[in-house]
Protein backbone atom coordinates (compact mmCIF):
# COMPACT_ATOMS: atom_id res chain seq x y z
CA UNK A 1 0.00 0.00 0.00
CA UNK A 2 0.75 3.95 0.40
CA UNK A 3 0.07 6.47 2.50
CA UNK A 4 -0.47 9.92 0.52
CA UNK A 5 -0.05 13.22 2.20
CA UNK A 6 -1.77 16.69 0.49
CA UNK A 7 -1.08 20.73 1.30
CA UNK A 8 -3.10 22.18 1.95
CA UNK A 9 -6.19 20.44 3.00
CA UNK A 10 -8.29 23.09 1.61
CA UNK A 11 -8.04 26.82 0.54
CA UNK A 12 -10.44 29.85 -0.14
CA UNK A 13 -9.46 31.69 -3.08
CA UNK A 14 -10.48 34.70 -5.15
CA UNK A 15 -10.75 34.23 -9.07
CA UNK A 16 -8.12 34.97 -11.22
CA UNK A 17 -5.69 33.47 -9.15
CA UNK A 18 -3.50 30.41 -8.82
CA UNK A 19 -3.27 27.76 -6.49
CA UNK A 20 -0.51 24.69 -5.88
CA UNK A 21 -1.22 21.76 -4.32
CA UNK A 22 1.41 19.08 -3.04
CA UNK A 23 1.24 15.19 -3.20
CA UNK A 24 3.90 13.37 -1.03
CA UNK A 25 4.27 9.55 -0.93
CA UNK A 26 5.80 7.42 1.66
CA UNK A 27 7.46 5.20 -0.89
CA UNK A 28 8.85 5.57 -4.44
CA UNK A 29 5.86 4.38 -6.89
CA UNK A 30 6.31 5.31 -10.65
CA UNK A 31 2.23 5.84 -11.63
CA UNK A 32 0.94 9.25 -9.86
CA UNK A 33 -2.27 10.92 -10.73
CA UNK A 34 -4.42 13.98 -10.85
CA UNK A 35 -8.18 13.83 -9.99
CA UNK A 36 -10.89 16.13 -9.90
CA UNK A 37 -14.23 15.20 -8.03
CA UNK A 38 -16.81 18.26 -8.50
CA UNK A 39 -19.73 18.82 -5.80
CA UNK A 40 -21.84 15.57 -6.11
CA UNK A 41 -19.97 14.31 -9.18
CA UNK A 42 -17.33 11.21 -9.13
CA UNK A 43 -13.61 11.53 -10.10
CA UNK A 44 -12.78 12.31 -13.75
CA UNK A 45 -8.85 11.83 -14.09
CA UNK A 46 -7.01 14.97 -15.09
CA UNK A 47 -3.85 14.18 -15.88
CA UNK A 48 -0.97 11.58 -15.60
CA UNK A 49 2.30 12.71 -13.81
CA UNK A 50 5.41 11.24 -15.22
CA UNK A 51 8.78 11.41 -14.19
CA UNK A 52 11.06 13.86 -15.70
CA UNK A 53 9.48 14.10 -18.55
CA UNK A 54 5.64 16.05 -19.05
CA UNK A 55 2.23 15.32 -18.02
CA UNK A 56 -0.08 13.23 -20.13
CA UNK A 57 -3.57 15.00 -20.02
CA UNK A 58 -6.63 13.79 -20.26
CA UNK A 59 -9.27 15.65 -22.85
CA UNK A 60 -10.72 18.38 -21.90
CA UNK A 61 -7.58 19.43 -19.60
CA UNK A 62 -4.74 21.47 -21.06
CA UNK A 63 -1.18 22.47 -19.53
CA UNK A 64 -1.65 26.06 -19.55
CA UNK A 65 -4.64 25.62 -16.53
CA UNK A 66 -3.14 22.19 -14.26
CA UNK A 67 0.68 22.46 -15.17
CA UNK A 68 2.32 19.73 -12.94
CA UNK A 69 5.42 19.14 -11.97
CA UNK A 70 7.07 15.40 -10.72
CA UNK A 71 10.71 15.84 -9.83
CA UNK A 72 11.10 12.44 -8.21
CA UNK A 73 9.68 8.78 -7.69
CA UNK A 74 7.75 10.74 -4.02
CA UNK A 75 6.40 14.38 -4.66
CA UNK A 76 4.33 15.66 -7.75
CA UNK A 77 2.39 19.06 -7.33
CA UNK A 78 -0.65 20.91 -9.40
CA UNK A 79 -1.29 23.78 -10.26
CA UNK A 80 -4.83 25.45 -10.80
CA UNK A 81 -4.28 28.90 -12.35
CA UNK A 82 -6.25 31.35 -13.22
CA UNK A 83 -8.87 30.25 -11.36
CA UNK A 84 -12.62 30.59 -11.77
CA UNK A 85 -15.47 29.51 -9.13
CA UNK A 86 -15.85 26.54 -11.54
CA UNK A 87 -12.34 25.36 -10.44
CA UNK A 88 -14.01 24.57 -6.67
CA UNK A 89 -13.61 20.93 -6.64
CA UNK A 90 -11.91 18.29 -4.52
CA UNK A 91 -8.16 17.56 -6.32
CA UNK A 92 -7.27 14.53 -5.13
CA UNK A 93 -3.28 12.51 -5.80
CA UNK A 94 -3.41 9.00 -6.68
CA UNK A 95 -0.31 6.38 -6.81
CA UNK A 96 -0.60 3.25 -8.06
CA UNK A 97 1.97 0.71 -6.63
CA UNK A 98 3.87 -1.75 -8.90
CA UNK A 99 3.54 -4.71 -6.29
CA UNK A 100 -0.42 -5.23 -5.87
CA UNK A 101 -1.35 -2.78 -8.69
CA UNK A 102 -3.97 -0.83 -6.56
CA UNK A 103 -4.48 2.90 -6.88
CA UNK A 104 -4.68 4.48 -3.37
CA UNK A 105 -5.80 7.56 -2.96
CA UNK A 106 -5.15 10.92 -0.84
CA UNK A 107 -6.95 12.74 1.17
CA UNK A 108 -8.24 15.65 -1.54
CA UNK A 109 -7.46 19.39 -1.24
CA UNK A 110 -10.97 20.86 -1.30
CA UNK A 111 -10.98 24.17 -3.07
CA UNK A 112 -13.45 26.87 -2.74
CA UNK A 113 -13.13 29.63 -5.74
CA UNK A 114 -15.13 33.07 -4.92
CA UNK B 1 -14.83 5.35 -24.64
CA UNK B 2 -14.17 3.12 -22.04
CA UNK B 3 -16.92 4.00 -19.53
CA UNK B 4 -18.67 2.99 -15.89
CA UNK B 5 -21.91 3.13 -15.10
CA UNK B 6 -23.56 2.61 -11.98
CA UNK B 7 -27.63 1.92 -11.48
CA UNK B 8 -28.23 3.85 -8.59
CA UNK B 9 -27.72 7.46 -7.85
CA UNK B 10 -29.00 6.93 -4.25
CA UNK B 11 -29.86 4.03 -1.89
CA UNK B 12 -31.94 4.40 1.25
CA UNK B 13 -31.58 1.54 3.61
CA UNK B 14 -32.93 -0.10 7.13
CA UNK B 15 -30.14 -1.68 8.88
CA UNK B 16 -29.96 -5.19 8.42
CA UNK B 17 -31.16 -4.97 4.55
CA UNK B 18 -29.88 -6.72 2.17
CA UNK B 19 -27.49 -4.65 -0.33
CA UNK B 20 -26.47 -5.19 -3.57
CA UNK B 21 -25.32 -1.93 -6.05
CA UNK B 22 -24.80 -2.43 -9.35
CA UNK B 23 -22.09 -1.83 -11.40
CA UNK B 24 -21.09 -2.15 -15.77
CA UNK B 25 -18.74 -0.90 -17.46
CA UNK B 26 -18.15 -0.69 -21.83
CA UNK B 27 -14.74 -2.42 -22.36
CA UNK B 28 -14.67 -5.26 -24.12
CA UNK B 29 -11.39 -6.61 -23.52
CA UNK B 30 -9.27 -8.09 -20.09
CA UNK B 31 -10.31 -5.65 -17.16
CA UNK B 32 -9.52 -4.97 -13.35
CA UNK B 33 -12.54 -4.51 -11.65
CA UNK B 34 -12.81 -1.99 -8.24
CA UNK B 35 -15.13 -1.33 -5.56
CA UNK B 36 -13.79 1.66 -3.54
CA UNK B 37 -15.50 4.04 -0.37
CA UNK B 38 -15.53 6.95 0.78
CA UNK B 39 -16.89 7.29 4.43
CA UNK B 40 -18.35 10.74 5.28
CA UNK B 41 -14.94 13.12 5.98
CA UNK B 42 -12.78 10.69 4.97
CA UNK B 43 -11.21 9.78 1.96
CA UNK B 44 -11.62 6.79 -0.79
CA UNK B 45 -10.07 3.29 0.29
CA UNK B 46 -10.50 0.32 -1.43
CA UNK B 47 -13.47 -2.01 -0.68
CA UNK B 48 -11.99 -4.69 -3.12
CA UNK B 49 -10.72 -5.67 -6.34
CA UNK B 50 -11.10 -8.14 -8.82
CA UNK B 51 -7.89 -9.31 -11.44
CA UNK B 52 -8.32 -12.45 -12.14
CA UNK B 53 -9.66 -15.99 -11.45
CA UNK B 54 -12.28 -16.48 -8.88
CA UNK B 55 -15.47 -14.34 -10.00
CA UNK B 56 -17.23 -13.67 -6.74
CA UNK B 57 -14.16 -11.74 -4.63
CA UNK B 58 -14.80 -10.80 -0.99
CA UNK B 59 -13.61 -7.84 0.62
CA UNK B 60 -13.41 -5.60 3.83
CA UNK B 61 -16.43 -4.98 6.52
CA UNK B 62 -18.19 -8.30 4.83
CA UNK B 63 -18.56 -7.00 1.18
CA UNK B 64 -18.42 -9.08 -1.94
CA UNK B 65 -18.94 -8.42 -5.30
CA UNK B 66 -19.27 -10.80 -8.93
CA UNK B 67 -17.72 -10.33 -11.64
CA UNK B 68 -19.95 -11.40 -14.61
CA UNK B 69 -17.82 -11.10 -17.97
CA UNK B 70 -20.77 -11.78 -20.04
CA UNK B 71 -22.66 -9.10 -18.32
CA UNK B 72 -19.91 -6.70 -18.20
CA UNK B 73 -21.13 -6.85 -14.88
CA UNK B 74 -19.19 -5.98 -11.10
CA UNK B 75 -21.77 -5.81 -8.63
CA UNK B 76 -21.26 -4.72 -4.87
CA UNK B 77 -23.02 -7.07 -2.41
CA UNK B 78 -23.48 -6.54 1.48
CA UNK B 79 -26.46 -9.42 3.40
CA UNK B 80 -26.66 -7.10 6.24
CA UNK B 81 -26.00 -3.65 6.18
CA UNK B 82 -24.94 -1.32 9.20
CA UNK B 83 -25.54 2.24 9.71
CA UNK B 84 -21.42 2.96 9.50
CA UNK B 85 -21.95 1.36 5.79
CA UNK B 86 -23.15 4.52 5.27
CA UNK B 87 -20.91 5.97 2.79
CA UNK B 88 -20.19 6.76 -1.16
CA UNK B 89 -19.52 3.98 -2.93
CA UNK B 90 -17.53 3.89 -6.69
CA UNK B 91 -16.83 1.65 -9.12
CA UNK B 92 -14.19 1.38 -11.43
CA UNK B 93 -12.49 -0.09 -13.47
CA UNK B 94 -9.13 -0.63 -15.14
CA UNK B 95 -9.34 -1.36 -18.93
CA UNK B 96 -6.78 -2.33 -20.14
CA UNK B 97 -5.12 -3.78 -16.96
CA UNK B 98 -2.64 -0.85 -16.12
CA UNK B 99 -4.40 1.65 -18.15
CA UNK B 100 -6.23 4.62 -16.66
CA UNK B 101 -8.54 4.16 -14.03
CA UNK B 102 -12.23 4.97 -14.75
CA UNK B 103 -14.82 5.72 -11.90
CA UNK B 104 -18.84 5.10 -12.17
CA UNK B 105 -20.83 8.15 -11.44
CA UNK B 106 -21.04 6.81 -7.25
CA UNK B 107 -23.93 5.14 -5.09
CA UNK B 108 -25.03 7.19 -2.06
CA UNK B 109 -25.75 4.63 0.32
CA UNK B 110 -27.64 5.70 3.40
CA UNK B 111 -28.59 2.91 6.71
CA UNK B 112 -31.21 4.68 8.99
CA UNK B 113 -30.45 2.85 12.52
Known amino acids: SAVISQKPSRDICQRGTSLTIQCQVD?????MFWYRQQPGQSLTLIATANQGSEATYESGFVIDKFPISRPNLTFSTLTVSNMSPEDSSIYLC???????????FGPGTRLLVL | AQSVSQHNHHVILSEAASLELGCNYS??????LFWYVQYPGQHLQLLLK??????LVKGIKGFEAEFIKSKFSFNLRKPSVQWSDTAEYFCAVNGPPGGKLIFGQGTELSVKP
Open chain 1, 94 to 104: SVRTGSDGVQY
Open chain 2, 50 to 55: YFSGDP
Open chain 1, 27 to 31: SQVTM
Open chain 2, 27 to 32: YGGTVN
